[in-house]
């Protein structure tokens, strides 16, 4: 089956698809959100207005988890283990509030840090960002699999925006990020954001 990823280059919901469908016949459809034409574009596929949005054959799929399931059963690909789902319910998690704060910066909304609504999610994020650094030091992310690119997504959108301060990783998260890097998987490179 032939599948169009519609989204941006530098979105790692988007950048975690491409890699999942690596070695399969895929377009990538680039739209910018923020312009008449993406805004028009996503909202005739997505009401949700959201990215990424799969279309395969006939259909159009919404959201990143509802379309990895689908591909999942689509592809033959093993059923994710419950550590598994709920590692990427938190990579999930902490993606979308950097997600949320980053656009409240680049939009010029104010961002108090002392409002208890941030206060909360700052402590979410450091104790989302423990978890994540002690799953991978127990090995939950050995193999280069759905969770594992989501996670280095996470991580290196995270750096790419400016939403991550290295020296706040533990460790295994920082030798994570710098061997997914390094290692030839294939599409990390020609998927980095850094070149949109």
């Known amino acids: ?35 008449e034409h993406g805004d028009k574009r996503i909202t005739q596929l ?3 207005k959201r990215i990424p949005v799969l279309i395969a054959g006939d259909q159009v799929l919404w959201e990143s988890r509802v379309i990895y399931n ?25 993606q979308d509030s950097w997600i949320q704060t980053y656009l409240l910066k680049r939009f010029k909304h104010p961002v108090e840090r002392d409002n208890p609504y941030y206060q909360r999610a700052t402590e979410r994020e450091a104790l989302i960002l423990d978890y994540l650094n002690t799953a991978v030091y127990q090995g939950d992310f050995h193999r ?3 969770p594992a690119m989501s996670l280095y997504c996470l991580l290196d959108w995270g750096r ?15 030798e994570f990020h710098q061997r997914h890097t390094k290692m030839p998987q294939v599409g990390v490179q020609t998927t980095d954001p850094r070149l949109v």
Not at 5 to 34: C, K, M, W
Not at 70 to 86: D, G, I, K, W, Y
């Open 1 to 35: 089956m032939k599948y169009t990823i519609v989204g941006s280059g530098a979105s790692p919901y988007v950048r975690r698809l491409r890699l999942y469908l690596q070695g399969h016949d895929v377009t990538f459809e680039v739209i910018n959100l923020f312009d």
């Open 46 to 48: 997505n009401p949700l």
């Open 70 to 94: 689908f591909l999942q059963r689509a592809l033959s690909r093993p059923v994710l283990a419950v550590h598994e789902e709920n590692a990427v319910s938190a990579i999930d998690a902490l």
């Open 144 to 146: 280069w699999d759905y």
């Open 160 to 174: 790419f925006r400016g939403m991550l301060d290295p020296a706040t990783l533990g460790s295994a998260l920082v």
